[in-house]
């Protein structure tokens, strides 16, 4: 089976549970609820400890990607297991495996995709690199430096300012788009569109 025959697992990463649902740490759920929706499709309990949503990305035909969309139901530091069980269940090469994350380094709402490299220090692509390499795409969704001093855990864990949800549908809009386009286009043309 090739490559292009596999289903992509795309994992919007993020904490389970109503007090996490707006943290700036959640983006990743953000963007698969928004995907879920545009796929007509309703977040469903899977055995891996994950909620998954089955469909196709893309225009009708022959360009459109069978992709299953997940949300890790453990908390964010423990996302490798539930991926790796559904990377097995839905026999997924890790070169089609999508997660999507907050990025501290990158300024709010900007976005990067990538495939490959190490987790700057988030725990959720810890947890994934540690139990499967790393070699896997990442979509990197910008939330920029906590002010001031603040503690980096805190920050990530505060919900969105007022100012920043102006905005966040519309990224949060954006970054779904990445998604299917890095699914549907590959890598080099997702980049070219938007690594702003």
């Known amino acids: 089976m090739s490559d292009v025959d596999s289903p992509w697992l795309v994992v919007g990463l993020g904490n389970p549970g109503p007090e996490y649902a707006g943290n700036r740490h959640n983006v990743g759920f953000m963007v698969a609820d928004l995907l879920a929706a545009r796929l007509g499709g309703r977040f469903k309990s899977h055995k891996a400890r994950a909620q998954v949503v089955e469909g196709r990305l893309g225009a009708p035909g022959v360009s459109s990607r069978r992709v299953v969309l997940a949300k890790p139901m453990s908390f964010m530091n423990l996302s ?75 920050f990530v864990l505060k919900d969105f300012s007022a100012a920043e949800r102006k905005e966040l549908d519309y990224f949060v809009d954006r970054a779904a788009d990445a998604v299917e386009s890095l699914v549907v286009d590959g890598l080099e043309r997702a980049q070219s569109t938007y690594n702003s």
Request: glycine share 16%; no cysteine.
């Open 80 to 154: 490798g297991g539930p991926v790796t069980a559904l990377r097995d269940f839905y026999k997924v090469p890790v070169a089609n495996i999508v997660a999507v994350h907050d990025e501290l380094d990158i300024d709010y709402g900007a976005l990067r995709l990538k495939k490959g490299g190490g987790d700057n220090g988030h725990n959720g692509l810890k947890s994934m690199t540690k139990a499967m390499g790393p070699d896997y795409h990442r979509v990197r969704f910008g939330i920029g430096r906590p002010p001031g001093r603040m503690d980096v855990a805190a």
